[in-house]
């Protein structure tokens, strides 16, 4: 049975997820790509998350935006690779394992935006992956979803109101 698990992106700040919200690329229900890492030295099981190229990126934007853009493409922020595109930030921690299981053995996993949000410096990206499971699995899952992005709610708002 198809099941959704909503869960944060984690990183947003290091890669280039303030460079898609500049440039109006995410929306709601935007498609967005996972990419295992294996070869990570700090986590065997990292999940990226990426914003794969479309036509917006390359079009109908002004000058010095495209400059923005040439210039990441040199940094790991921007992948030279059309399927991969602009790299937002990874899969939490804790959630990896079961998610690389499930993208090993089903394939292709719909995976979209939910909610993204700038508040100054800190970039908050939401999203959904629609997976084929059991409750059993499903209910685990979930719950240590929501653990993850309640735990970020929290800090986000000791950080916002008690600093």
């Known amino acids: 049975m198809k ?24 929306a709601p229900q935007k498609p967005l790509l996972f990419s295992l890492e294996e070869d990570n030295l ?5 999940i990226q998350v990426w914003l794969p190229h479309n036509q917006d990126m390359n079009q109908n934007k002004k000058q010095d935006k ?4 040439k210039q990441e493409m040199t940094s790991n922020t921007i992948s030279n690779d ?8 990874y899969v939490p921690r804790s ?3 079961k998610m ?12 979209k935006v939910i909610h993204f949000a700038k508040l100054g410096k800190q970039i908050e990206i939401d999203c959904t992956v629609t997976l084929d499971q059991a409750w059993l ?19 986000r708002f000791r950080k916002h109101f008690l600093s």
Request: charged content about 15%; cysteine-free.
């Open 100 to 111: 690389g299981w499930y993208i090993k053995h089903q394939g292709n996993l719909e995976l």
């Open 42 to 46: 700090y986590d065997k099981h990292a």
């Open 137 to 155: 699995s499903y209910l685990t899952l979930f719950i240590q979803a929501k653990v993850i992005t309640q735990l970020m709610r929290f800090k």
């Open 3 to 26: 099941r959704n698990i909503r869960f944060p992106i984690k990183g947003t700040f290091y890669y280039g997820a303030d460079i898609a919200i500049d440039l109006s690329l995410l």
């Open 66 to 69: 495209k400059q923005n853009i």
């Open 95 to 97: 959630l990896a394992p």
């Open 82 to 89: 059309p399927v991969n595109g602009l790299l937002l930030g």
